[in-house]
């Protein structure tokens, strides 16, 4: 699918895929999964964000044992609806709530992992001096209920190349293994929907939910596909591969 270049609107919902440049990895080590949750959740603000401060708030929440306990002061620029970390890559499905919001979000993101990865990893090649990321992010504009369901479901899906590389072209060759599988696939915003306390305050999940029917059939209509369907052909207008 080509590169879109479109006019991001406000209340409206987005797929975005953002791509390590030439499919190397973006997350090498389950602390870098870590910094990649925080970073979505973070980085959702329109103010500027400092994370030794961040950090120290987050801290503070944890060991008052009350999330309620210390207001957070953010004021989002999206809505995140989903999510999934891959090797290389991240999906997300966010809704815009502030003029050029998701655009000011990537942007965040989009310098702020690159500069805790490099430092960490010590990237000083010249290799490495130019672009982090393939291009900017990549978006299609999600319109209808159908969509936001197809794209549930894409998106939770996705690490089964993870255990079974081409299932996109030859379909789940092991349905009950890969449910299995999702069922503890900790990266993803799949978990929170079916009921598994994991990362919650990082997705907004209602709205969804209530499309699909709830926790239960979150599970089963993604576990469902897995079994009766499980392959590509229906995602190709939102799969941005």
Not at 181 to 186: Q, T, V
Request: charged share 30%.
């Amino acid at each position: 699918m080509p590169y879109r270049r479109q006019q991001l609107v406000n209340n409206e919902i987005y797929h975005i895929v953002l791509r390590r440049i030439g499919d190397d990895l973006l997350f090498k080590d389950i602390d870098d999964y870590y910094r990649g949750i925080f970073s979505i959740y973070e980085f959702n603000t329109i103010q500027p964000v400092e994370i030794k401060q961040r950090r120290k708030v987050r801290a503070k929440i944890k060991a008052s044992g009350d999330p309620l306990s210390v207001v957070d002061t953010r004021d989002p620029l999206v809505e995140t609806l989903l999510f999934c970390l891959m090797p290389n890559h991240i999906h997300l499905l966010l809704r815009q709530v502030k003029e050029n919001g998701i655009t000011k979000y990537m942007n965040k993101f989009g310098a702020g992992y690159p500069t805790y990865f490099k430092q960490k990893y010590e990237l000083r090649d010249i290799k490495y001096k130019g672009y982090f990321f393939q291009r900017r992010f990549e978006s299609v504009h999600i319109k209808t209920d159908d969509q936001l369901k197809i794209v549930f479901v894409y998106i939770h899906t996705n690490p089964i190349s993870l255990i079974e590389p081409n299932w996109k072209e030859k379909g789940v060759k092991n349905p009950d293994k890969v449910i299995e599988f999702l069922k503890h696939y900790k990266w993803s915003s799949y978990l929170d929907y079916i009921g598994k306390k994991n990362f919650p305050s990082v997705t907004s999940r209602e709205f969804l939910s209530k499309i699909i029917g709830g926790e239960k059939n979150c599970r089963k209509f993604v576990e469902n596909w897995v079994k009766y369907k499980g392959k590509i052909e229906e995602f190709t207008e939102f799969s941005l591969e």
